[in-house]
């Protein structure tokens, strides 16, 4: 594994704010620490970058123990890159200058490599532009084209789209992962931004309270979940009351659903099943209704919040041209891929 954390402990006084932390990363992996304010993202990526010290555990960096109750090898020495939200780029250097900021070599080897940075970053008619004359998007990617520069043995961005806005962000993550990927980069970023985790990342850690939830593949995370409180984190989504009818098989409002695999709880008990938005379909034909409560227009669809006869609701994500008015009832069925239940 190219970095390894196994079983990292950290509190500041009574707060426990890294409790067991573990995950690994191979070479070339693109990896995101996805949790809400407070979950301990930073400190885990102070701790790898060498800021912090650990009370707990170990963290290996190639075949090199960094960290662990004996060994504490500062930041400058672990060759670990850092991109921040805020760009730090130096005002008075041209972006050229800025990516050469960090290079030990020759003159020559020097230009070869910026030169291939601004390619990468498509910035190189800005070679000689000061950080002040880019826009947010492009600075972001001068500070990332510094911090692969020396290429290092890791690179660490703490949210580095945060201060961009909403659109920009996504496309940013698209683009920055790319680059990585031609750099051949194993990267860490920490975010709390769900759609940029899932932009970049190969594998998110979900946080919560100082360790890992669920550490896996965007999509399983959202059709697979693992705990009810990565359910209730990733996507959007309503938990339904059911009952499990046999070993596979749970009866709900909306009908009758067998999953592939056993659900693993005993006849007759009453579960909580998660329902995503994309689960309820909306069809005129359909015999079962609801009753719309809510609604957002998002441009390409509408997520409805509907109303089931019980008094159970239930969000759906229907395309923009079924326009229906709040208090309207519409036909649904429910076309539920994976079944994902927790004891109620
Ligand atoms: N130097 C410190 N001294 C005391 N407490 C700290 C210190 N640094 C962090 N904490 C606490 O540790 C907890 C985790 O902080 P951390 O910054 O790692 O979380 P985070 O998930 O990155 O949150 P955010 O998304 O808000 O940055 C928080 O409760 C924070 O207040």
Redesign the pocket.
């Known amino acids: 594994m190219w970095l390894d954390v196994k079983g990292v402990g950290k509190r500041?006084g009574d707060?426990i704010?890294l409790d067991d932390l573990s995950f690994s990363l191979k070479i070339g992996d693109i990896a995101c620490l996805l949790?809400s304010?407070?979950?301990?993202?930073?400190?885990a990526l102070r701790a790898i970058a060498g800021f912090e010290h650990v009370d707990a555990g170990q963290i290996c960096l190639g075949e090199q123990v960094v960290c662990d109750e004996r060994t504490f090898v500062p930041a400058h020495e672990r060759n670990v890159g850092m991109v921040f939200q805020d760009h730090a780029l130096f005002p008075h250097l041209t972006v050229a200058d800025n990516i050469a900021f960090g290079l030990s070599c020759s003159k020559v080897q020097k230009q070869q490599r910026v030169e291939r940075l601004l390619d990468l970053i498509h910035l190189p008619q800005h070679a000689q532009s000061y950080p002040h004359e880019l826009s947010g998007g492009q600075q972001q990617r001068v500070a990332l084209a510094r911090s692969l520069a020396p290429r290092p043995k890791l690179l660490l961005l703490d949210e580095p789209f945060s201060s961009l806005d909403v659109e920009l962000r996504e496309r940013l993550a698209r683009e920055v992962r790319e680059i990585l990927k031609v750099e051949g980069v194993t990267a860490l970023m920490?975010t709390?931004d769900q759609q940029e985790a899932f932009a970049m990342a190969d594998v998110v850690g979900v946080m919560n309270h100082g360790r890992i939830e669920q550490w896996d593949a965007p999509y399983p995370l959202y059709h697979e979940p693992k705990t009810r409180y990565v359910a209730d984190f990733i996507g959007q989504g309503v938990f339904m009351t059911g009952v499990a009818e046999n070993e596979t098989c749970i009866d709900l409002e909306l009908g009758h659903y067998c999953g592939k695999e056993a659900h693993g709880f005993a006849a007759g008990q009453t579960l909580n099943v998660l329902i995503r938005p994309d689960d309820v379909i909306h069809d005129d034909q359909a015999e079962q209704t609801a009753v719309v409560k809510s609604k957002v227009f998002r441009g390409t669809d509408f997520i409805y919040t509907l109303i089931l006869p019980s008094g159970q609701e239930v969000l759906a994500q229907v395309p923009s041209h079924h326009r229906h008015d709040v208090g309207e009832a519409i036909g649904i069925y429910l076309d539920l891929d994976h079944l994902i239940a927790f004891e109620k």
Do not use: D, M
């Open positions: 500041y707060k704010v949790g304010s407070g979950s301990g993202k930073t400190t920490v709390h």
